[in-house]
């Protein structure tokens, strides 16, 4: 009798653990493969270098006028100016701090081609999360089209009012401080249409542009 009741218990158990077993299995295989490729995707979606579409000097004075927009930066650089790596950061700090006040960012790397993977790498890395650009046209014209004063040199920076009037051009390194300064006054009305080309001294970072 006792041997009977045995059975008859593994024969109940046994189905019931092996539901459990391949619940287990199906469960843990989902999972993993779940975690396979959402995994995989998000350091894809991670890794993806920012994309930088190509810009010409006409292309550029359209955006200073676009909706919504009361003051715009603009930022000539590559990986290649020490400077320039140095001071996107506060850039970057600025444009979130600016956003909801009708700040527009742009930046234009003057890497060669074979250098814009590098660039790319270094705004993804730099957490650059919106459009950036690169030089698509030769790069004196491309800046003396609003600088005409341009030297060359990197970094250059510039700022344009909702008029698309440059106000300020910096051609070298630039500290936060001041260029907060100069955003202030254009949205407060006090920047000035800029008459006289370059408003600072020339820094050299190095290399000139014009030089590849």
């Known amino acids: 009798m006792m041997n009977s009741e045995k059975n008859e218990t593994k024969s109940v158990l046994s189905p019931i653990s092996r539901l459990f077993v391949l619940t287990a299995i199906a469960f843990g295989t989902l999972s993993a493969f779940g975690n396979l490729f959402g995994g995989t995707a998000r350091s894809i979606a991670q890794a993806a270098p920012v994309t930088m ?7 550029l004075k359209a955006k200073f006028k676009s909706k919504g927009v009361k003051v715009t930066v603009v930022n000539l650089w590559a990986t290649w100016c020490a400077p320039c790596k140095t001071e996107l950061p506060d850039f970057l700090k600025i444009k979130k701090d600016y956003a909801s006040k ?5 930046l234009v790397s003057a890497d060669s081609a ?10 993804d890395q730099i ?10 046209e030769d790069p004196e014209p491309f800046v003396k089209a609003v600088e005409p004063n341009w030297s060359a040199t990197l970094p250059t920076t510039l700022v344009f009012d909702a008029e698309g009037r440059k106000v300020k051009t910096w051609v070298g390194a630039i500290d936060a401080k001041t260029l907060r300064t100069e955003i202030d006054k254009v949205l407060k009305g006090g920047g000035k249409a800029s008459k006289t080309g370059l408003s600072a001294p020339v820094i050299d970072s190095g290399r000139k542009i014009s030089s590849y």
Request: glycine share 10%; proline share 3%; net charge negative.
């Open 114 to 123: 074979d250098e814009l993977k590098d660039a790319a790498l270094f705004l």
């Open 53 to 59: 579409q190509a810009l010409t000097s006409t292309e």
């Open 127 to 136: 957490g650059v999360d919106f459009p950036t650009f690169r030089l698509g």
């Open 102 to 106: 009708g700040l527009q960012l742009i």
